[in-house]
């Protein structure tokens, strides 16, 4: 059951700072297909905006067939890198050619045939400087536990087990899914699913039950004929509180095959750069559509553009299995590629999409998006101690080229951020 009252009095003031608007400028649509220039919005609005990004391009060049993969290893439920946030920093810059191998990828078809493409770049600024996401360097340093904990628990549990079909059902909460080897997952296409590379390739080779990747899509196992349209996440997010609790109705999986699987080189070892986890994310093309409403992709910005400096993901933890899990929790310290919080979670949740929800100004309404993949619990051994974060892989500029090419087949798509 859901607990609404925790909220009243840390979000009340939120609404109170977002009545004036500001619009993007409109751009011709020469200039979509050209690289766009980032667009600032204007100082004198308060509202957090989402920012029109440079989007590059990732293009497929080359496509070869690979031997198919054993599928020996089982799934993993998190991650674990030897380098710390400051350990991140201080990793040179990938090069051009660099980014292009680690942006190559595998596909995995649902016949166990496994493709690896080559990609070229084009439009792609390497400066210090560009995009929020080398901005986010200077942004404050994270809280840090040197006692290992029993649990992925930071104190208080923070979590909420969304209850009742007219929660679970509705948006943002029917974007979760649970995939068939443990994880989670986010609808990001009308047969996509955005997801953690580790809950289909151990780094090494695909994981067992990869080529036979079912998405699971909560459905009610009896008709509920209350309707409701309340939505718990605008009160959390600043929005008007819901209109009633939610109810514990009789809920199972729906389940859909996978029919292609993206995996970034970026990821796979000997080819992936020493510290790990930047390219901890994966595609799965459905065999159907699953015509619920689905989550835009968006760059990320830095936490500090954050309302409240907060993120939000739901998922299908291990210790509570059958029940979605959402949590929220101030983002900390970032690094180009990932971004370092305390948000309360289990295995399970691994995979899941980190949103945001922000003003978009040319189209006048709030909106969330996707900007980042959760990726796990990760524990560092520094100097005979234990640092221990959750990590969520950011969707850079970059990225969100590839996976929206992933997605939608061609570049011209792919030009809005």
């Not at 649990?151 to 995939?179: C, E, M, T, W």
């Not at 990869?210 to 004929?225: I, M, S």
């Not at 309302?307 to 310290?333: K, W």
């Not at 590629?337 to 922000?358: F, I, K, N, T």
Request: net charge positive.
């Amino acid at each position: 059951m859901v607990v609404f009252s925790v909220f009243s009095h840390r979000l009340t003031c939120r609404s109170q700072t977002m009545r004036s608007r500001a619009a993007l400028p409109r751009f011709s649509s020469l200039l979509f297909l050209l690289f766009l220039a980032p667009v600032f919005p204007s100082s004198s609005s308060r509202r957090p905006q989402w920012v029109l990004q440079r989007i590059p391009v990732v293009l497929a060049q080359q496509t070869e067939v690979r031997s198919p993969p054993h599928f020996l290893s089982p799934a993993r439920l998190d991650v674990s890198s030897p380098c710390d946030p400051e350990c991140h920093k201080k990793a040179p810059r990938p090069s051009y050619w660099d980014l292009r191998r680690l942006l190559a990828y595998e596909t995995l078809h649902s016949n166990g045939q496994l493709t690896e493409t080559a990609v070229g770049l084009y439009g792609y600024d390497p400066s210090p400087n560009t995009g929020p996401a080398h901005s986010a360097r200077s942004s404050g340093k994270a809280e840090r536990s040197h006692v290992r904990r029993k649990r992925q628990i930071f104190g208080h549990d923070g979590r909420f087990s969304i209850a009742g079909q007219n929660y679970l059902l509705k948006y943002p909460f029917s974007v979760a899914v649970k995939l068939s080897t443990g994880c989670s997952g986010t609808l990001v296409g009308d047969r996509h699913v955005l997801t953690a590379a580790h809950c289909v390739h151990d780094g090494k080779n695909y994981v067992k039950g990869a080529q036979k990747l079912r998405v699971g899509f909560l459905k009610t196992k009896q008709r509920d004929t209350r309707a409701s349209s309340s939505n718990f996440t605008n009160h959390v997010e600043g929005g008007r509180a819901p209109l009633d609790p939610p109810t514990n109705d009789q809920m199972k999986f729906q389940w859909i095959r996978a029919k292609r699987t993206y995996v970034p080189k970026g990821w796979i070892k000997g080819n992936a750069n020493d510290i790990g986890m930047d390219y901890d994310y994966a595609l799965l093309e459905l065999k159907k559509p699953h015509k619920r409403r689905y989550m835009k992709l968006g760059v990320s910005p830095p936490s500090q553009r954050l309302p409240g400096g907060r993120v939000h993901f739901s998922g299908f933890d291990s210790d509570r299995p059958g029940n979605l899990v959402y949590r929220f929790c101030r983002a900390g310290e970032e690094t180009s590629d990932l971004l370092y919080q305390h948000c309360d979670a289990q295995p399970g949740a691994s995979g899941s999409g980190v949103y945001a929800r922000m003003w978009d100004g040319r189209r006048q309404r709030w909106e969330r998006k996707v900007i980042g993949v959760f990726s796990g619990h990760q524990w560092v051994e520094r100097q005979g101690a234990s640092q221990e974060f959750n990590v969520a892989v950011r969707i850079t500029a970059l990225k969100y080229a590839q996976i929206c090419y992933w997605i939608k087949g061609n570049f011209v798509d792919c030009r809005e951020g």
